[in-house]
């Protein structure tokens, strides 16, 4: 079994900061790419930065310039820093992983619980 936990959401004000993050644990082999997505209420889920096992990143074209996401391979986690949050940034965050499981030849995709980001004054 693998799961992915999130943490670090919260309400913080306009031009504020939060720091995401997102473990894996579990039976787990090796992770392939990690990233976060977002959905704001009435709205699909959108990708927000992705970044591959060997550290190259992308990025919305929303958040580049505020938000950087890292990942620490030792500790299985990804995180995403989120600055000069604005009210639009408002969405349920989710990470995503691709993983090999140590019983399986597959890489299949995992999804976090979701973590709210509020940001209002």
Do not use: H
Not at 31 to 37: E, N, T
Not at 67 to 90: C, G, H, W
Not at 94 to 101: E, G, P, Q, S
């Amino acid at each position: 079994q693998v799961q992915l936990v999130e943490s670090g959401g919260g309400l913080v004000q306009p031009g504020g900061s939060l720091r995401l993050s997102c473990a894996a644990s579990g039976s787990i082999f090796s992770i392939y790419d990690m990233g976060w997505y977002r959905q704001a209420p009435g709205k699909q889920r959108e990708v927000v930065a992705g970044i591959t096992s060997g550290g190259s990143t992308n990025y919305a074209v929303s958040v580049k310039g505020r938000f950087t996401i890292s990942r620490d391979n030792a500790k299985n986690t990804v995180y995403l820093q989120m600055n000069s949050l604005r009210p639009e940034d408002t969405a349920v965050y989710y990470c995503n992983a691709k993983i090999r499981r140590a019983t399986s030849l597959r890489w299949d995709d995992y999804w976090g619980q979701g973590t709210q980001v509020t940001v209002s004054s």
